[in-house]
């Protein structure tokens, strides 16, 4: 199948749309009833077209009209001999941010990859390379989320001046780049922090992977950023 181009531009104004929509529909209406989905039937979605799927599914969850798909035993037993997931997600290990429920999805539905702060290392990049070559996934979210405490760690010990305990410090290390320059910003240093690291690591992936550049360039990829709301459950897009 062969996929029009697309710009990140045109797949931001898409997405943004439908989080509007989450945001103004939410309160006002009902969910309707969408037709329903399936990731593992006929050819891969388009980059826009899994940026929808995933959004959606959070305006279900949102509304508390979750349909928790692909979730049964013989969904489990159809996987057993392979997997097609539609979108990769880089997010936090925070045990309150579960890509499968917060956009409501199933088994074979997402290539999940969790490190606190969501943080794309040299591991982590072979992962999320792994999933755009091995199964073509046309979308990779990097999730961010408020309150992240990998943020919060790193700016009290840039405040402090002192070092995080054990292995902890390694996350502060990473993290430090990117938070340190946001510091002084109008605003929660936290909120800026979170926002800022997923940008950096919506660039990470572009700058030192061939492999997704080289797909983003062609149209069957894009990549974005996007944060989680703790106190709403709302996902919206980073630019």
Not at 8 to 16: E, I, K, M, N, V
Not at 71 to 89: I, M, R
Not at 125 to 150: D, T, Y
């Amino acid at each position: 199948m062969t996929r029009p181009s697309l710009t990140r531009r045109s797949l931001l104004a898409t997405g943004g749309a439908a989080v509007v929509a989450v945001g103004a529909g939410a309160a006002a209406r009902p969910a309707v009833a969408a037709p329903a989905e399936s990731s593992r039937e006929g050819d891969p979605p388009t980059p826009a077209e899994a940026l929808r799927r995933l959004l959606r599914g959070n305006h279900r969850f949102v509304t508390g009209h979750s349909r928790h798909p692909h979730q049964s035993l013989d969904d489990l037993h159809e996987l057993a001999a392979g997997q097609h997931p539609f979108a990769v997600t880089i997010g936090c290990a925070d045990s309150r941010v579960a890509p499968e429920l917060l956009f409501d999805q199933g088994l074979g539905d997402l290539f999940d990859n969790r490190v606190a702060g969501n943080i794309v290392d040299d591991l982590l990049l072979g992962s999320v390379e792994f999933a755009v070559e091995e199964f073509g996934s046309p979308l990779i979210v990097v999730l961010g989320h408020e309150r992240c405490g990998a943020v919060t760690a790193t700016i009290e010990a840039i405040h402090s001046g002192g070092t995080a305990p054990g292995h902890i410090g390694t996350i502060v290390d990473s993290l430090r780049p990117v938070v340190e320059p946001v510091l002084d910003e109008p605003g929660d240093a936290v909120e800026n922090g979170v926002r800022a690291n997923v940008r950096a690591q919506v660039r990470s992936l572009l700058e030192r992977s061939p492999i997704v550049a080289a797909k983003v360039h062609e149209g069957a990829l894009a990549v974005v950023g996007a944060r989680y709301d703790l106190d709403n459950g709302r996902v919206t897009l980073v630019s």
